[in-house]
């Protein structure tokens, strides 16, 4: 199988692999491991955005940081609007956001975890699309391992929480699972776009960066930053950050 496709499958089969928890735990994540998991998963996204994506944006452009600073800028407001006309619902959340809807509380939950998993896809999309501009195979394995890990985790904090809202194991699985369809989908977009415009895989790597911040700053920090052990969050984020950095580095 090609490298290529195991990259852009490895992130959906971390997801897969952490809603398949659902069927050996009986309870929910204890609020104690669920931040440390929401931690981790900041830290690696953070990570990659930095190391994965803008740094190799801003060396693509001979230093110049515009097309970066574009590039993130536009990432953000996507993700921004994408917020806003998707009627969604937040682990955690009583009240629904974007536009009024008749839709299921469980298909609100599919929603919003699949518009935070669809800038995962598009990273992993647009470092594969940099081979020809520089950044190699093996960094962009690196950010699909790392963004697979941080999946697992994911996946369970998808499935568990569904299965406590009154949905069979099954269910929860498959609803966890569908969520992370859109990253695949999310890689091969971004592999077509870039092949059509590979003069802006600059504006397209800090554009992924911009959109993977967002998730972070809108819903993984909110959420790990409330209650009691949020000391475990930040020990999660060190870890998650520092094990992607490295892999960066090593496998770069």
């Known amino acids: 199988m090609s490298p290529v496709v195991v990259g852009i499958l490895l992130p959906l089969l971390g997801t897969m692999l952490g809603s398949a928890f659902v069927f050996f735990m009986r309870k929910d994540i204890p609020d104690r491991l669920q931040k440390s998991l929401l931690g981790f998963a900041s830290g ?138 859109v990253e695949p989908v999310g890689s091969v977009a971004i592999l077509l776009l870039a092949s059509l415009l590979g003069v802006a895989l600059p504006y397209l790597l800090a554009f992924a960066a911009g959109a993977m911040m967002y998730v972070v700053v809108e819903e993984l920090i909110p959420e790990m930053s409330q209650g009691k052990h949020t000391n475990l969050s930040t020990i999660g984020f060190a870890m998650g950050f520092v094990l992607m950095m490295v892999m960066d580095v090593v496998l770069g």
Do not use: K
Not at 101 to 116: D, E, F, N, W
């Open 44 to 181: 690696v996204m953070v990570a990659a955005s930095v190391w994965s994506l803008l740094i190799p944006s801003i060396a693509m452009s001979g230093e110049r940081v515009v097309p970066a600073a574009v590039g993130f800028l536009a990432g953000m407001a996507f993700l921004l609007l994408l917020d806003e006309v998707t009627p969604h619902l937040h682990l955690g959340s009583e009240s629904a956001e974007g536009p009024r809807s008749r839709l299921s509380r469980t298909a609100m939950l599919a929603l919003a975890v699949t518009i935070h998993n669809l800038p995962e896809g598009m990273a992993v999309g647009v470092v594969f699309a940099g081979e020809e501009q520089g950044l190699t195979l093996s960094a962009a394995l690196a950010v699909s391992i790392g963004i697979a890990l941080q999946n697992i985790p994911e996946g369970a904090i998808i499935s568990m929480p569904m299965h406590a809202e009154g949905n069979s194991r099954w269910h929860s699985f498959v609803i966890g699972t569908l969520s992370g369809v």
